[in-house]
C-alpha cells in the first residue's frame, strides 16, 4: 500500500484550445520536474502535455486522480518558456493551452528520431577480395562509417556485398546519429571593418549582451546605413558567451539577399523557421533549438515561440511592420512579445527599422528603450531626391496612370542604362470589375469585397478568402454580354501599359503571388542585380530590403493609396511603406531619385515624405494620438463575433452588449457590422474597448465575458492591441 503523504502530484498544461491544467500523480519511481514533456491519460485517449507546476494539493478526489504515464525522451521546457506561455495567455486572453501549442507545434520533435545504422570497417580483410568489396573498404577508408545507401552508392555496389563483408566480420554496424549535424556560426568568419559610426552603435549593443541583463535598444538607421551589419555585432558577441540568438524577420522566406549575407559574416547558414520549411527540417530545427545546438535562428513571427534551451538575444528587423502582428489564433504582436520574452530570459532585445513605429518611438524617447541611431547612408551613399507629382496637374489621360514627369524620368533613367522601379501596392489587374451596362460591381459570393481580376490567370479572386471564378460571359445583373469594364490599375495593368510606354525595356513585374518561394526569390535578386531587368513592376513585396546598387529610379503610382479607411495607424503605414520604398533608390555611387503621384500633394503624409522629414511627420502623428487617448497613450481591444448564421451573432452581440462593464477610465464601442461584414460566409460584428493607459484592460475583458455564453456556432475573438481594424 502507497503511502498517501508521500504521493506527489503535479499539474500537466495540454496544449488544446480547451486546454486546461490537469492534476496528475507522479508515479513514486518517476523522477518528473517542471517542464518536462510527458504522457498522459485524458478520458479514454493517451494525450502529450507539460509538467506546469510542481506539488499540488491535487482538486480532485484521490481515488479519482490518473497517473502520470511516463516521460517523453526530450529535454524539458525551459523556465522561460514556461513563464512566456502563460504571460502571452494572459496578456491576449487566452486559454494557455493554445499559446503551449504554438510551443509543439512539431509532435514528432517531441522523439528523438532512431539512429541509421551504419557500416564500419572493422579491419580485418575479406578471405577473397573481390573488385566490388575493395571499391567498399576503399569508401569506408580512414574508419569512415557510412550507411548502407550511401556505400551502394559510392561504390557502385549491391546490398548482398555488405551483408557478405558482414557475415565474415570484415564491417560491423554502427549507429549514425539521423541528422546531420547543425553547423555552428563562426563569430569572427566575415565581415567588414565598421566605420566609426557604425562601431560606437555596435558598442552600445552588444554591452547588455555581455553583461547578459535584460534592455531594449531601438536600432534607428536610414535604409542603408548597415543596421545589419551592425546588429551583426551584437550577434557575434551572443555567440562568444555561448548562447543562442534569434532575428525575427518579416517576410522570411524571401530573404534571400539576408540569408547570404549572415553566411558571409558567419561562414554558415542560420537554422531557419517558417511555414515554407518541410515537415522533416522544421522536426529537425526545433530539436536543434530545444537542444541548443541551433546557435542563430532567422525565422517569422512564429520562431519566437520555438524552445530555445539558452537564448541571450532577439533581434526584430524591420520592427514597424504589421506582419509581425497575427490577427489569427492567438493574437499577439511579435514584437511586444520578443521584450517581454527578452525581460523573462533576461537578455537583451535589439528592435531595428529606418521607419520605428510610434509606439517604440515614444519608448525610446521617454528613455524606456536605449535610442541607437545610423543617421547616414554607409560610404556616402546619399538618400534619394523625392518630388511630388501632382496628379491634377499632370493627369496621365483615360485608363492611363503613368503621368508624363514619370514616364520622362523613366525614359532618362533607361538612357543611362540604369533601373527603375514602379511601385503599386495592388496585385491583379484590376481592383474592381464592373458591368458598364447596368453598374453591377463583381463581388465574392462568401466575402463583403470584389473580385480582383487577374488577367495572367484569367481568372477573377477574392483577396479575402481565395475564392476564384473565370469572368462570366454575361452580367449576373443585367443580362448583358460583353459589357465587364475592369476600374483602376493593379500591377499587371501596369505592366501593360509600361509596355506601351517603354518598348524597349525589359520589364519584370513581381508580386507575392508571382514570388512564391524562397528560389523564385533568389532568380528575382540575380535578375535585377545582373541587370536583366530595366523596370521592375512591383507591390509591397519589392519594397522591403532589397539593396540594388543600379536602381536609381523609384515612382510611386499612388502614394494617396492606403491613406483612406478607418485604421488608426493608415497615415504611420504609409508612411513607413512609401519610405521603405523610396529607400531603394540610389543605394550606392549614383543618386537616387523618387517620384511620387498623388491626387493630394498637401497631405501630411505626401508632404513629410518630400521633405524626407520623418521626425516631424512622426511628432504630429504622435501629438494626434495623444490628443485621441489611442495607442499607445490608451489601450485597445477587439471582440469580433462571426458566424454563418447571421441570427446567432446578432443575439451574442445582444447579450454581451447587456452585461458591458461600465466605468469611467474605459468605454464600449458597438456592437457595429465589422467593415468587412462578412469574411468566409461568416457574418461579423465588432465591438471595440477602450480604455486609459493604466487600466488592466485584461480584467474587463475576462469580468465582462464571464458567465457569457457563446453557442459553439459562432466564434468570438479577442484581439489586444489590434493592427486590422478590417
Ligand atoms: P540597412 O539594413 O540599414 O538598410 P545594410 O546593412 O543593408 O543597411 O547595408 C547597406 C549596404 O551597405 C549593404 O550592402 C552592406 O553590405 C553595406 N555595408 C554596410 N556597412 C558596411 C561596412 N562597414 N563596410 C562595407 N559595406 C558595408
Ligand atoms: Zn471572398
Known amino acids: 500500500m502507497t503511502d498517501l503523504l508521500d504521493e506527489r502530484c503535479v499539474q500537466v498544461l495540454l496544449p488544446m484550445s480547451a486546454g486546461a491544467l490537469y492534476d496528475y500523480r507522479v508515479p513514486p519511481e518517476m523522477d518528473l520536474h517542471l517542464g518536462q514533456f510527458v504522457e498522459v491519460p485524458l478520458g479514454p485517449r493517451q494525450v502529450v502535455g507539460v509538467v506546469w507546476k510542481e506539488n499540488v494539493t491535487p482538486s480532485v478526489a484521490q481515488d479519482r486522480l490518473k497517473s502520470v504515464l511516463n516521460i517523453l525522451p526530450c529535454p524539458a521546457l525551459p523556465s522561460a518558456s514556461l513563464r512566456f506561455v502563460d504571460w502571452v495567455a494572459n496578456y491576449t486572453v487566452q486559454r494557455p493551452g493554445r499559446v503551449l501549442r504554438m510551443c509543439m507545434s512539431i509532435p514528432d520533435a517531441l522523439y528523438p528520431k532512431a539512429p541509421k545504422k551504419g557500416f564500419r570497417h572493422t579491419g580485418k580483410m575479406p578471405e577473397k577480395l573481390t573488385a566490388a568489396r575493395s571499391r567498399v573498404l576503399a569508401v569506408l577508408e580512414g574508419g569512415v562509417a557510412r550507411t548502407a545507401a550511401e556505400i551502394s552508392e559510392l561504390a557502385g555496389t549491391s546490398s548482398s556485398v555488405l551483408k557478405g563483408l558482414e557475415s565474415q566480420q570484415v564491417l560491423e554496424s554502427v549507429a549514425l546519429p539521423a541528422d546531420a549535424p547543425i553547423p555552428e556560426p563562426d563569430p569572427n568568419a566575415g565581415g567588414f571593418d565598421l566605420s566609426e559610426l557604425q562601431q560606437e552603435a555596435a558598442v552600445t549593443l552588444c554591452a547588455p549582451v555581455s553583461q547578459q541583463i535584460f534592455s531594449v535598444s531601438l536600432l534607428d538607421g536610414v535604409t542603408g546605413s548597415g543596421k545589419t551589419e551592425v546588429y551583426f555585432e551584437a550577434i557575434a558577441e551572443c555567440l562568444s558567451q555561448g ?28 537554422v531557419e523557421w517558417h511555414s515554407d520549411l518541410g515537415q522533416g527540417t522544421r522536426r529537425k530545427n ?38 509581425f502582428k497575427q490577427d489569427e489564433g492567438v493574437p499577439y504582436n511579435a514584437r511586444d512579445m520578443a521584450v517581454v520574452r527578452g525581460s523573462l530570459g533576461k537578455f537583451p532585445v535589439i528592435l531595428a527599422s529606418a521607419t520605428p513605429s510610434l509606439e517604440t518611438l515614444v519608448n525610446a524617447h521617454s528613455g524606456k528603450y536605449t535610442h541607437v541611431k545610423l543617421p547616414s547612408r554607409f560610404g556616402g551613399a546619399v538618400l534619394p531626391d523625392v518630388e511630388i507629382v501632382d496628379l491634377k496637374l499632370h493627369r496621365p489621360g483615360s485608363q492611363r496612370w503613368i503621368s508624363e514627369p514619370l514616364q520622362k524620368a523613366v525614359d532618362d533613367v533607361l538612357v543611362k542604362k540604369q533601373q527603375a522601379m514602379l511601385f503599386l501596392n495592388r496585385r491583379g489587374y484590376a481592383p474592381l470589375t464592373l458591368c458598364d451596362a447596368c453598374g453591377h460591381r463583381l463581388q465574392c459570393p462568401h466575402c463583403s469585397a470584389w473580385l480582383v481580376e487577374h488577367r495572367l490567370l484569367r481568372k477573377l479572386q477574392c483577396h479575402h478568402c481565395g475564392f476564384s471564378t473565370g469572368t462570366p460571359k454575361a452580367c449576373p445583373d443585367c443580362e448583358e454580354t460583353g459589357s465587364f469594364k475592369a476600374c483602376g490599375p493593379g500591377i ?14 525589359k520589364i519584370a513585374m513581381i508580386a507575392s503571388d508571382t514570388l512564391t518561394s524562397p528560389s523564385a526569390a533568389a532568380e528575382f535578386v540575380r535578375a535585377m542585380t545582373s541587370g536583366e531587368i530595366d523596370i521592375l513592376i512591383g507591390t509591397q513585396i519589392v519594397a522591403k530590403g532589397y539593396h540594388f546598387p543600379n536602381l536609381t529610379l523609384v515612382g510611386v503610382v499612388d502614394a494617396d493609396l492606403g491613406l483612406a479607411g478607418g485604421d488608426l495607424r493608415a497615415s504611420e503605414r504609409t508612411f513607413q511603406l512609401l519610405s521603405q520604398v523610396a529607400g531603394r533608390a540610389g543605394r550606392a555611387e549614383q543618386r537616387g531619385k523618387v517620384l511620387l503621384q498623388s491626387h493630394m500633394p498637401e497631405h501630411p503624409v505626401i508632404e513629410a515624405l518630400a521633405k524626407q522629414d520623418t521626425a516631424a511627420f512622426m511628432e504630429s502623428e504622435r501629438l494626434a494620438r495623444e490628443e485621441a487617448l489611442m495607442p499607445p497613450y490608451g489601450r485597445l481591444a477587439s471582440l469580433i463575433l462571426s458566424s454563418t448564421d447571421a441570427e446567432s451573432v446578432l443575439s451574442c452581440c445582444k447579450e454581451l452588449s447587456r452585461g458591458a462593464p461600465y466605468g469611467d477610465n474605459f468605454m464600449i464601442m458597438g456592437p457595429a457590422p465589422a467593415p468587412l461584414s462578412m469574411i468566409r460566409g461568416r457574418h461579423r460584428y465588432r ?15 475576462r469580468a465582462w465575458l464571464k458567465g457569457k455564453k457563446i453557442p459553439s456556432n459562432t466564434r468570438l475573438q479577442v484581439d489586444v492591441d489590434p493592427y486590422n481594424f478590417l
Do not use: C, Y
Request: proline letters at 4%.
Open 243 to 270: 548562447r543562442q540568438a534569434l532575428v525575427l524577420l518579416p517576410e522570411i522566406a524571401l530573404s534571400s539577399q539576408w540569408l547570404s549575407r549572415f553566411e558571409q559574416r558567419f561562414g554558415v547558414k542560420p
Open 492 to 505: 499587371e495593368r501596369l505592366t501593360e501599359e509600361a509596355g506601351l510606354l517603354f518598348p524597349d525595356a
Open 286 to 323: 526545433w530539436r536543434a533549438v530545444i537542444e541548443g545546438k541551433a546557435k542563430v535562428v532567422v525565422g517569422a513571427r512564429s520562431a519566437l515561440f520555438l524552445p530555445f534551451k539558452n537564448l541571450g538575444l532577439v533581434v526584430v528587423d524591420e520592427e514597424h511592420e504589421a506582419s
Open 687 to 701: 465591438f471595440l474597448l477602450k480604455t486609459a493607459k493604466d487600466v488592466n484592460l485584461q480584467s474587463v475583458i
